[in-house]
């Protein structure tokens, strides 16, 4: 199961247009898949969150980057700060756009089969080719369903 922190998270995009707070984010994973390198144009750090937890306000917009997924930008600064599944119950939320990450841990590094050749992974943290089995964060909130109750990160095993 994954640790999820039940204290409010606020966050922004560069120019401050687009501003949200998002209550409930889980931990924080590095992606390196081919989207996320695209997208931003390295390896991406996000926090899932159920959708029902997150207020945004600002001039945003979705856009699809692949069948099954989208991401959101600021429409005035361009900055992307948002990534999700289209069907599903979640978002994840883009680490560097948030005030703060206290109570938040990195857990690992994802889809690293796809990661670019021209970095190494230097750090500790455990490496997954793809997404990890169990425990995945998606799946947690899903099994909650989208108005379930998060619980603290000393109710909650790290997987």
Same mark, same amino acid.
């Given at each position: ?46 926090? =899932?969150?159920?959708? !029902?937890?997150?207020? $945004?306000?600002?001039? &945003?917009?979705?856009? *699809?980057?692949? +069948?099954? #997924? ?42 690293? =089969?796809?990661?670019? !050749?021209?970095?190494? $992974?230097?750090?500790? &943290?455990?490496?997954? *080719?793809?997404? +990890?089995? #169990? ?25």
């Amino acid at each position: 199961m994954v640790a999820v922190v039940p204290e409010m998270h606020k966050g922004e995009c560069l120019c401050g247009a687009v501003q949200f707070e998002a209550r409930g984010l889980a931990d924080i994973w590095f992606c390196h898949c081919r989207q996320c390198r695209y997208l931003s144009g390295h390896y991406v750090a996000a926090a =899932a969150v159920a959708r !029902d937890k997150v207020k $945004i306000e600002g001039p &945003l917009k979705w856009a *699809p980057f692949t +069948p099954t #997924a989208e991401y959101a930008f600021c429409i005035s600064c361009g900055t992307p700060l948002f990534w999700r599944q289209t069907t599903g119950h979640t978002l994840s939320v883009f680490a560097g756009s948030l005030a703060h990450t206290k109570g938040i841990e990195v857990k690992g590094h994802i889809f690293v =089969a796809e990661k670019g !050749d021209y970095y190494q $992974i230097t750090d500790d &943290l455990p490496q997954f *080719p793809g997404q +990890p089995h #169990a425990g995945g964060v998606r799946e947690s909130f899903e099994a909650q369903g989208p108005n379930q109750s998060t619980r603290s990160n000393k109710e909650q095993s790290n997987a």
